[in-house]
């Protein structure tokens, strides 16, 4: 079994990057398992000083980290970047290495010429806490705030067969990177 551990960069109720990462764990394939993050919003700042000390948010964090085989982010942009509330996640890791050669992907939600400040960034401090970024299975599978329904889920079958195609492809990363 393959864990795969889901965060969103959005705290929005109603939020794209959610919904694509909840539809993602509705159609995970035999084999995968999902996990969903959700303390992004109970995350203190981050703080140099209180690095190795234990906030509950922190070791939630921690511990969620350990477990994964790998980690797929979908995120919004704000102002040309990542949000800040994420991008504080990822400074939780840097001190104590939780990413460092842990398969990860990104799906872009944000239709074509949209959201590559925030992508990029990404890419840029996953390189930099040493994450070991699957290339192939990061894509952009545009999810517009229409195409999430009532249950919460994207019903779109090309989202669907691309984030499965997404998943399919991080798990099999994860399992050649640990073999
Ligand atoms: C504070 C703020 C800043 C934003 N800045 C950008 C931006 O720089 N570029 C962009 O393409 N969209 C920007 N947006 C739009 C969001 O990325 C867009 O609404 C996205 O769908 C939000 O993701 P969510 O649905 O997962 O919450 C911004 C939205 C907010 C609230």
Known sequence: M????????????ASTNS?????VSAIAPDGVETVWYDGLADLPAFAPDDDSTAHP???ALREQLSRADAVLFST????GT???????????TVGAGDLYGKPVAWITVAPEGRGDGATATLRSV??????D?????????????????????????EFRSGATAVLRGLARHAATATS
Not at 76 to 79: F, Q, V
Request: aromatic share 4%; hydrophobic share 45%; charged share 20%.
């Open 2 to 13: 393959t864990v795969v551990l889901l965060i969103s960069g959005s705290t929005r109720a």
């Open 19 to 23: 919904a694509a990462l909840r539809t």
């Open 57 to 59: 948010a922190v070791v």
């Open 76 to 79: 919004p942009e704000y102002a």
């Open 82 to 92: 990542l949000p800040g509330s994420l991008k504080n996640l990822l400074d939780w």
């Open 126 to 131: 996953l390189g930099y806490v040493g994450a």
């Open 133 to 157: 970024i699957d290339p192939d299975a990061c894509r952009r599978l545009p999810v517009p705030r229409e195409g999430v329904g009532p249950d919460g889920l994207v019903a779109d079958p």
